[in-house]
């Protein structure tokens, strides 16, 4: 099958919904004696790889048809969390892994006693081969124990044009592969964008997810879905792209539904130490590797000095981040960031900006704690409009493109490493599928 376009429209609703985010004070709420271990205490769930969506409206009560033939909708569920996901039944890249990752979800939903809360549910973006014969039949294969939908043509596009997910039909590559259920060449291919939402009780879309499903450490894909990846599959099975887990799927439910989890069930922080961040950015070109030279340094020249750095640019594209020590939401973003720059330094260019703070001491301790593999200049916030007319806030992030104009910008902090990378790979790198 084709690649698969992704994250088609993060960006959008993200702007749309939200121009500023709210951090979640992670604050520990300790329910034992002094002298418990502080793994034990209980916090509020994070948002762990999900965006929040903030003024959404209810979703429109679109027929749709679950695998047991019944008509239903996503508003028939009003009064329940909703996780679902776009996918298909004779998709070889992504969307095993995607019912592999929603069948753990189920399976922790049901552990932690909120089956009559939430439903999990993959949606058809195969309406023409998707029928409820062949989705029960799936179901079987593959041991998934949670809702599968489909609808007609008109009505699956309607519904997936509402949360920006596209599919089409296109050619089949060759070699045609085996329909599992049939056992006769395949006659359609479907290529298709991905994503998972969340919908609250009220029916209104509360979180979006990007990047693709990834199976957690201590997991498997199970046999009967393993079997359906092609060599694409077995890459992206291997190497998923800013990936998601259930655990973390069951975190932004949890955040939802505003309930503490204990310390010790969060996943660590995957901010790479500085000497992975330098391995990893070794084959950098020349232009970027001098970024690196100065990771974490405090430079002086203001807003002057930041103008000619950007120009000496030109030719790559820029992520611009505007921070302060006394900021406590570029305190939880840096670490994204650290992880992005490691991630994508050697093609992007990073930069810092320190905003109104008096004397450097404070943020250069700031620095020397929240390591990043770029330099940031100093100055003073107003001093910004000089370098673009916009809405200058702590913390912003602009991407400046290639030509060294400003390709977007974004006020406020991010609140998850898949918001930032999509961010990063759309409007610094271009990447629109």
């Keep these: 099958m084709a690649a698969m376009l992704r994250r088609i429209r993060w960006i959008a609703t993200a702007a749309a919904g939200t121009m500023v985010l709210v951090v979640i004070a992670v604050t520990i709420a300790v329910h034992k004696s002094p002298e418990a271990d502080d793994a034990d205490a209980m916090v509020p769930a994070p948002l762990s790889v999900g965006d929040p969506i903030d003024s959404a409206k209810p979703v429109a009560r679109i027929p749709l048809t679950n695998e047991h033939g019944r008509s239903t909708a996503l508003r028939a569920y009003k009064g329940k969390w909703v996780v679902f996901a776009p996918s298909m039944t004779l998709c070889h890249e992504t969307c095993p892994m995607t019912t592999g990752a929603l069948m753990e979800l189920s399976e922790a939903v049901r552990k932690a006693g909120l089956s009559k809360h939430v439903v999990v549910a993959e949606i058809t973006v195969d309406p023409w081969q998707d029928s409820p014969a062949r989705m029960r039949a799936y ?29 089409k039909r296109i050619p089949l590559e060759q070699p045609v592969p085996i329909d599992w259920w049939t056992h006769k060449p395949e006659t359609l291919n479907i290529e298709h964008s991905d994503g998972l939402f969340i919908l609250d009780p009220a029916g209104q879309e509360r979180v979006i997810v990007g990047g693709m499903p990834g199976i957690a450490k201590g997991h498997r894909l199970e046999p009967a879905l393993h079997k359906l990846l092609d060599s694409e599959g077995i890459h992206n099975l291997r190497h998923p792209e800013t990936p998601w887990t259930a655990h973390e799927l069951l975190n932004d439910l949890y955040w939802g539904m505003g309930r503490e989890v ?46 000619g750095r950007v120009a000496g640019l030109h030719g790559y594209p820029i992520v611009l981040n505007v921070w302060a020590s006394w900021c406590e939401p570029c305190r939880s973003e840096f670490p994204l960031l650290a992880t ?18 008096p004397g450097s001491g404070k943020a250069r301790s700031f620095l020397a704690s929240h390591h990043v593999s770029y330099p940031s200049y100093t100055g003073a916030i107003s001093e910004l409009t000089q370098f673009a007319p916009l809405d200058w806030v702590t913390p912003t992030t602009v991407f400046i493109n290639r030509q060294g104009k400003v390709a977007y910008f974004h006020p406020g902090v991010y609140e998850s490493q898949s918001a930032l990378d999509t961010d990063i790979e759309r409007h610094a790198l271009g990447k629109r599928a």
């Design 139 to 167: 179901k079987r294969m593959t041991g998934a124990k949670f809702t599968m939908l489909t609808g007609s043509v008109a009505n699956v596009k309607r519904l997936w044009k509402e949360f920006g997910i596209e599919f």
């Design 262 to 307: 204990p310390a010790s069930t969060l996943a660590p922080s995957r901010t790479p130490t500085p000497e992975a961040a330098e391995e990893a950015l070794s084959d950098s070109p020349q232009t970027l590797a001098s970024l690196h030279e100065q990771a974490s340094q405090l430079l002086g020249g203001n807003i002057a000095a930041l103008r």
């Design 340 to 357: 992005a720059s490691a991630a994508y330094g050697s093609k992007v260019a990073f930069v810092g900006f320190d905003a109104n703070d």
